[in-house]
């Protein structure tokens, strides 16, 4: 970890090459193709750029600005992966009869 100007230690949330390697998946056709199939738009790759120049800014010059910023557009990413709603409710406990052996259907003896 690196200490910045003020004396806290702080580190990016990912090495700058995974942000590179996001930018770049971002930009592949197979990805592109996937993206339109799926949502039916092209997706927006900026942000994946904007952080790894974000991150390397932070790693030469320790830039306070670009560490806010990388800072922001994580929480913001995680923000968005938790608005979405579980397909199906979650259980709290197993079922009483997790353990027991399952029965067979008759047909496949």
Same mark, same amino acid.
């Given at each position: /970890?690196? #200490?910045?100007?003020?004396?806290?230690?702080? %580190?990016?949330? =990912?090495?700058? /090459?995974?942000?590179?390697?996001?930018? #770049? +998946?971002?930009?592949?056709?197979?990805? =592109?193709?996937? +993206?339109?199939? !799926?949502?039916?738009?092209? &997706?927006?790759?900026?942000?994946? $750029?904007?952080?790894?120049? /974000?991150?390397?800014?932070?790693? #030469?010059? $320790?830039? *306070?600005? !670009? #560490?806010?910023?990388?800072?922001?557009?994580?929480?913001?990413?995680?923000?968005?992966? $938790?608005?979405?709603?579980?397909?199906?409710?979650? =259980? $709290?406990? &197993? @079922? =009483?009869?997790?353990? /027991? @052996? *399952? %029965?067979? &259907?008759?047909? *496949?003896?």
């Amino acid at each position: /970890m690196e #200490k910045t100007a003020d004396g806290v230690l702080w %580190r990016p949330p =990912r090495s700058c /090459m995974d942000y590179w390697n996001e930018f #770049k +998946h971002c930009t592949s056709w197979r990805h =592109r193709f996937h +993206h339109y199939y !799926a949502h039916g738009t092209s &997706p927006s790759c900026q942000q994946w $750029k904007e952080d790894y120049n /974000m991150c390397t800014a932070w790693e #030469k010059c $320790k830039d *306070l600005g !670009a #560490k806010a910023a990388l800072q922001s557009s994580e929480r913001s990413r995680l923000a968005e992966q $938790k608005k979405f709603t579980p397909v199906w409710e979650l =259980r $709290k406990v &197993p @079922p =009483r009869d997790w353990n /027991m @052996p *399952l %029965r067979i &259907p008759e047909d *496949l003896n």
